[in-house]
Structure formats: C-alpha cells, structure tokens
C-alpha cells in the first residue's frame, strides 16, 4: 500500500489479525447493515451504529465535541488509541466514519482495506462476544468543518469554474431516472436530477471486487478522466454524504488531494431546496 499518498490510512487484514490483543488499537464496526455486527465481527470490535450513535436527535447534524468524547470514553478510546474502521459495502460507513472522526481530530485514523469482504473471504475468525472496555476520558478538538460543505457554499461554488463536483451515485440517479437510491425511498428528495456542473463519478469503481481499493495508478486515470484533478478544489456528494465520504477519503488519503470537502446534505438537501438549480 505505499502507492498510496498517505498509506499509513490502511492497514490489511493480516495487520488487524496481529493486532486482535493490542490493548492500544480499537477497531470499530460501521455497517451499512446495522444488523451484521449481531451475526458476527472481528474479535474485540466495537459497534457503530451510524443512525444513532453518531447522529444530533434533533437537528440534521453530528454529536458535537462532547459527544464524541462520551462516546470514545465508553468504548475505552484514548488520544493515543489507533482507531481502526471497517465494514460492509467496501467500507462505506467505516468511510464515513473515518471523515467525522477526523474533523474532531483524532490522529491515528485507519481503514482496514477490503473490510468485512476481505476478512470472511479469508476464513478469519469472528465472534458474537460484545467486548468490555474501562471506561476513558477523551479529548477530542472542536469539530473542524474545512473538511465539510454546506449548501450556501456549494451554491457559491457554482460561479467558480476551477471548482470540480462530484456526484457520486448512480448514473441513475445523476440522469434523474431514479429519485433516490434503490430500496431507500425515506432518504429521497422532492426533485430528481444533479447539480449543475457535476461530474459522475459513482463512489464504488473505486474498489476491487474483494473490496480493496484499487491501485494509485487505477484511481488516478479515473478522476483524471473526468478533470478532478489535485490542482482544483472538489466538493464530493452523494444523497446523505455517506457515500461520498468514501470519495473524500480516496481523493484525500489514497492521492494526496489537499483541497477536497465533503457535502454531506447532498441530494436529500438539494433536491428539496426552494429554487436550487439541477440538472438532467
């Protein structure tokens, strides 16, 4: 993996089976099926449930500072914990995961590459034992937002032609076919379509089929090909940014992209703004 820009981000699958009773690294289940963690994970894995850990009850947004450290103190994090995510779905939510983690600035961030796919295929053990952690005292920083849009500035960043958008879904939900994502009707929006300017880069051709990213040199040919380049700024979205958070983390760790952010209100915000310009 020294390909990559930043390979300290990965680690493999043998490097997580060396480390199962390391006392400083935490491995972290984020599933896009919340229900996989119940059937089986890797030994000493935490459960992340991404629609309520990690999700502001009220408002559409993130726990702030002080959740975070709540929740890093009950699963026995510290500052200087290697945190390593994996998942389903080439890592999707480990992926999203990866992204929020970082705005509060946690440094030893990792992805198991391959995820949940490459460890079954492998025959690695799992378990159904929820592990015990004692309970730390986390310091996390205030929530750094460079990493993040919000729709005003994506609406700015439409006067802007050295600024690349990435619509990272579907071809049919980019052309408009589709209004929202198969077999996710709650998460739709009002109108179909894509944001004036975006090019479509589906999040997925960026894995192998085992699940692992694809080489530096594979990743490079396909933003290249469509003029998302390290040398402009890129704004990534997707319906909710869950997907396109795997895209801030294939621009941002895997090339060494500087000036990527996240949209995370994406197409169930755009899509339902009063006189938000798409097209079809």
Known sequence: ??????????????????HLNDPNVRLIEADEDVLLY????????????WHVDVQNPLSRDFIDQEGLEKLFGNWGISNDTTIVL?????????????????????KNLKLLNGGRT?????????TKEGPHYEHTTYHAQPADESIRAFRDQVLAGLKDPNLRLVDVRSPQEYSGELLHMVNYPQEG??????????????????ANADGTFKSAEELREIYANKDVTPDKPVISYCRIGERSAHTWFVLTRLLGYENVRNYDGS??????????????
């Open 1 to 18: 993996m020294s390909e990559y820009a930043h390979p300290e981000a990965l680690v493999d699958s043998s490097w997580v089976a060396d």
């Open 38 to 49: 119940e059937v089986g994970h890797i030994p000493g894995a935490v459960k992340l449930d």
């Open 86 to 106: 994996y998942g389903d779905r080439n890592n999707w939510y480990a992926a999203y995961s990866y992204w929020l983690f970082t705005q509060y600035g946690h």
């Open 267 to 280: 197409w169930t915000e755009w899509g339902s703004l009063v006189r938000s310009p798409i097209e079809r």
């Open 118 to 126: 490459k460890w079954e295929a492998e025959g690695r053990p799992y």
């Open 189 to 206: 929006a009002q109108r179909a379509g894509h944001i004036p300017g975006a090019k479509n880069i589906p999040w997925a051709v960026t």
